[in-house]
C-alpha cells in the first residue's frame, strides 16, 4: 500500500470520528487509553467521582482484551465462535450500557481498534446480541438496533486492514 493510500484511509478514519456525537469521541478516547493502557485514564479521565468509579469499572472488564484478542476465530468452528463471541458481547454489553456509544459506527470504529481487522466480521454479531439484551434500557436498545445499517448487517467481506487512526486526549478540546 502506498503512503498516498495510507494517509487517505487516515484522513476517511477522522472524518468519521468527527462524525460521531462528542460524547461517543470522548468515551472511545478513554476506552482506548484503558483497552491499549496508553496513560493512566484515572488521572486523565477521572474529574468527578462518577468518573472514577466507572473508569475503574471499565478497567476491571477491560482486563478480557488481552485473551480476547487471541480468540479471534480463524476458522469459524463453533468452539472458537462459542470462546470469541461469548467474552465479546460480554465486553459489549458493559460499553453499550453506559450509553456513550449510540450507534453501531462507534461501536465498530473503537472494537477495531481495541481487538484488531481480524474481528471486523464478528462485530455486527456482536452488537446486536448486546444490544438486545436486558441489561440495556429499552430506549437505547431501539436507537443501537436502528443505527445498523443493512449493508453493515449483510455485508459480504469485510477489510483486512488495520485502523490506522487512533485518538487522543487533546487538552484544549477536552477542557472545553
Known amino acids: ?12 478514519e477522522m472524518r468519521e470520528f468527527a462524525g460521531f456525537e462528542p460524547s461517543e469521541q470522548r468515551y472511545i478516547k478513554r476506552s482506548l487509553d484503558i483497552g ?6 484515572f488521572q486523565l479521565w477521572g474529574d ?9 469499572r471499565q478497567y476491571v472488564v477491560y482486563q478480557d482484551l488481552k485473551a480476547l484478542r487471541t480468540l479471534v ?10 470462546r470469541f463471541i461469548g467474552k465479546l458481547i460480554g465486553l459489549a ?18 472494537y477495531e481498534r481495541l481487538l484488531g ?17 436486558p441489561a440495556i434500557r429499552p430506549g437505547h436498545r431501539k436507537v443501537l438496533l436502528q443505527s445498523l445499517s443493512e449493508a453493515a448487517a449483510t455485508a459480504p467481506g469485510w477489510s483486512g486492514r ?4 487512533y485518538p487522543e486526549f487533546i487538552e484544549d478540546v477536552e477542557a472545553a
Open 1 to 12: 500500500m502506498t503512503l498516498a493510500n495510507t494517509a487517505t484511509m487516515a484522513i476517511g
Open 36 to 41: 491499549l493502557a496508553r496513560c493512566d485514564a
Open 48 to 56: 468527578s467521582e462518577d468518573e472514577s468509579r466507572a473508569i475503574r
Open 73 to 82: 476465530p480463524h476458522h469459524d468452528e463453533p468452539v472458537e465462535l462459542e
Open 93 to 110: 454489553v458493559h460499553d453499550l450500557e453506559a450509553e456513550r456509544i449510540v450507534s453501531f459506527s462507534a461501536f465498530r470504529f473503537l
Open 117 to 133: 481487522a481480524e474481528a471486523r466480521p464478528y462485530l455486527p454479531a456482536a452488537f446486536c446480541a448486546a444490544a438486545a439484551l
Open 162 to 165: 488495520e485502523p490506522s487512526f
